[in-house]
């Protein structure tokens, strides 16, 4: 079966920081995949996805994710979080397009002022 | 508002009653999933429908847990006898063969 792997569980940072969270699954076919974001007290919205193509991926407020399929790995940078960006982000991954997404444990990221 | 939209938003009960949780899905979307998620762990599939058949049951949905989608649009999951155990957010997501799911707001069920 796939997992994935989500290697902090919370980050701490200041405000203008540059943020990166890693991300590793474990199945070897192809894969699509998945970074959400879940704002405190708000559901699970997505912030960017990777099918194919170019691997580095860019999404919503200033997000970006790099596909290094050799590593098995999607992680997630932006170079200056703002306080906004608290808030808890997943990484999932679906076998193809349509499946069901196996998601992270989550990392918790919170931004000082 | 995500389109998704599930009801009750919070269930408090007592150990050993039965819970039914409602989504709506939006609207054209013909996949529906359902997924569970505990206090600091993401979350977890547990069921999906493709318009009204259930193609997928996770091993995590035991013999108390019933999902339904009678006319392929919105769906039920019930537990009967609900254990300590089953609190947790229960999440319902659609989407329309692009991948990408829409997550509705989650219902939070305790059990007492």
């Known amino acids: 079966a796939q997992s994935v792997s989500q290697h902090n569980h919370h980050v701490i940072l200041s405000e203008a920081a540059s943020l990166e969270l890693g991300c590793n699954y474990s199945?070897?076919?192809?894969?699509?995949l998945f970074w959400y974001v879940q704002y405190p007290g708000q559901h699970l919205q997505l912030l960017l996805k990777?099918?194919?193509?170019?691997?580095l991926v860019k999404g919503i407020k200033g997000f970006e994710a790099e596909f290094i399929k050799s590593k098995f790995s999607f992680n997630l940078r932006k170079p200056s979080v703002q306080w906004s960006d608290t808030a808890e982000y997943f990484c999932a991954v679906a076998k193809a397009a349509g499946n069901k997404l196996t998601f992270g444990g989550g990392t918790r990221v919170l931004v000082k002022p | 508002d995500t389109g998704v939209s599930q009801d009750p938003r919070h269930k408090i009960t007592k150990r050993g009653q039965n819970v039914t949780f409602r989504c709506d899905p939006i609207?054209?979307?013909?996949?529906l999933y359902w997924y569970r998620q505990t206090l600091g762990q993401g979350p977890e599939f547990l069921t999906y429908f493709q318009n009204e058949a259930q193609l997928e049951k996770s091993r995590l949905l035991s013999d108390r847990f019933s999902a339904e989608r009678p006319k392929g649009s919105f769906s039920t999951l019930e537990i009967q006898r609900t254990e300590q155990g089953d609190s947790a957010m229960y999440l319902c997501?659609?989407?329309?063969?692009?991948?990408?799911?829409?997550f509705g707001e989650g219902s939070r069920l305790t059990v007492l």
């Open positions: 990777y099918f194919s193509g170019d691997p």
């Open positions: 199945y070897g076919g192809t894969v699509n």
């Open positions: 609207s054209e979307h013909n996949r």
């Open positions: 997501a659609s989407h329309l063969n692009t991948g990408e799911l829409f």
